[in-house]
């Protein structure tokens, strides 16, 4: 089975542009996440869908991030406009869904760098 | 009430040594505890995971020790070897729904 699919692995954009990053959960998998890792805040949860239905919109992220799901086999977190401090790396993990105790698989991330 | 701590930042062990990773949290209702490794360039995986019902967790090298009355708990990674070099988050989930509260991880270097 393939894994979680993430594309592009590197984006520089510079500021105020907007950015689309895609994911591709693994196949089966109902929820699918979208999380910020810096080194100072560590793993931020940005999103969250099960069933394709977003479930939590990662609250202090709203104004500028905005994470859809197309279709079950596919998402994106779009980031308009960039800001230099949204540099980061963007993970998406998906999991079968409905359990806590589900593991979640990640992709390889997109590292993200805002001039 | 929901942050999940982990210490040290980092940690250098040579070969051989047993790592000792530590994680604490706040939230009574967390009951399942799962370790993620991450290696540079790629996404974290789960290593190990532990439900509070338990004390103790064991998978080849690596045991996980829970203490639920000080909300406090440990990975040990015995006999470390270099290819363990990685980040490893603590996380933590509880009754109520769907949500992983991660730990900021401990970067781990093994020394040969």
């Known amino acids: 089975d393939a894994g979680v699919t993430q594309t592009p692995r590197h984006e520089v954009a510079e500021k105020g542009q907007t950015i689309i990053l895609k994911c591709e959960p693994v196949s089966g998998h109902n929820d699918l996440f979208w999380y910020r890792q810096t080194k100072i805040q560590g793993l931020e949860l940005l999103s969250y869908f099960r069933s394709k239905s977003l479930m939590e919109d990662g609250g202090a992220f709203k104004d500028r991030f905005k994470a859809e799901m197309l279709n079950s086999s596919f998402s994106t977190l779009k980031i308009q406009p960039t800001e230099p401090k949204d540099s980061a790396v963007y993970l998406c993990a998906s999991s079968t869904g409905g359990a806590r105790q589900d593991t979640q698989y990640f992709g390889p991330g997109t590292r993200l760098l805002v001039l | 009430q929901q942050q999940v701590r982990q210490s040290p930042q980092s940690l250098t062990v040579w070969e051989g040594e047993t790592a000792i990773l530590n994680c604490s949290y706040e939230?009574?209702?967390?009951?399942?505890f799962p370790w993620y490794q991450q290696f540079p360039g790629e996404g974290p995986a789960l290593l190990i995971s532990?439900?509070?019902?338990?004390d103790k967790k064991e998978d080849g090298r690596f045991t996980i020790f829970f203490n639920k009355r000080e909300k406090k708990l440990s990975l040990h990674i015995a006999d470390s070897q270099p290819g363990d070099s990685a980040t490893y988050f603590c996380a933590a989930s509880g009754t109520g729904g769907y949500k992983v509260v991660f730990g900021s991880g401990t970067r781990l270097l093994v020394s040969p």
């Open positions: 939230n009574s209702a967390f009951d399942y």
């Open positions: 532990i439900l509070s019902v338990s």
